[in-house]
């Protein structure tokens, strides 16, 4: 892969295609941040931490700039849209380059990562089986490249964000998750006592719902009726 990421192989390293994991970090850090996540996760997992394709200062990322102003936030629309582009790109290569399950790739992002993985879960679905959002919001640059609802039931999305966050409010998510239910798309937003950060029970639970995704991909589906 010719980016700048950090790896995890499954515990099983001859496993035949397995279930692939991308970390999306948020602004101002870099492909180890969420890396040091990923003793935490399933075994089965293959685990790669992506590096942000825009940079601040010497180690430092960004997937877009924002900017605060008196009518509120202003998100970077070219840098929005060539992260995206990068990232369906970089999730194809991921698969191709691992030996990954196309079937099964999952996202977790933080903060600007976890904006980055609910654009994918909207745009780009035909490549993703999950989404984990921690901290996230929709952004509006990315709607004119929805795909339509059917292009997305296939998914699962689990949002959580903390309840004193001051950097991202929580009311983005409780959005996110709206929409995401009038497209059709399973998917539950958990609230934390938290501000803007992964607490020991976000990973939890975020850990929890990836075992149930992989479990299910790996049940067999019941014989057809009259099947012997």
């Known amino acids: ?30 492909e180890e941040d969420l890396f040091g996540l990923a ?11 992506l590096r942000a ?7 430092y990322y960004r997937w877009y700039e924002r900017r605060d102003t008196a009518d509120g936030s202003v998100f970077d629309e070219a840098e929005v849209e060539a992260s995206r582009t990068w990232l369906v790109q970089a999730l194809k290569d991921c698969v ?9 790739v999952h996202v977790l992002g933080f903060s600007q990562g976890a904006a980055m993985a609910l654009a994918l879960a909207l745009t780009a679905p035909g490549r993703l089986r999950s ?9 509006p640059a990315c709607a004119p490249y929805a795909m339509p609802a059917e292009a997305l039931r296939h998914l699962t999305l689990l949002i959580q964000h903390g309840t004193h966050d ?27 006592d938290a501000g803007h950060t992964i607490t020991p029970s976000m990973l939890r639970d975020a850990r929890e719902f990836l075992r149930v995704q992989i479990d299910r991909a790996e049940t067999p589906p019941p014989p057809a009726e009259g099947a012997r």
């Open 1 to 30: 892969m010719h980016f700048a990421h950090r790896l995890r192989r499954p515990r099983d390293p001859s496993a035949f295609r397995p279930p692939l994991l991308v970390l999306l970090h948020g602004k101002g850090a870099n």
């Open 39 to 49: 003793s935490h996760f399933d075994p089965r997992l293959l685990i790669v931490s």
């Open 53 to 59: 394709p825009h940079e601040m200062a010497p180690g």
């Open 96 to 104: 191709m380059a691992t030996g990954a399950d196309p079937r099964q």
């Open 131 to 139: 989404v984990i959002s921690i901290a996230g919001r929709l952004l």
């Open 166 to 192: 001051d950097v991202v409010p929580v009311g983005e998510s409780v959005a996110a998750c709206r929409l995401f239910a009038e497209l059709g798309v399973p998917q539950g937003i958990r609230e934390y």
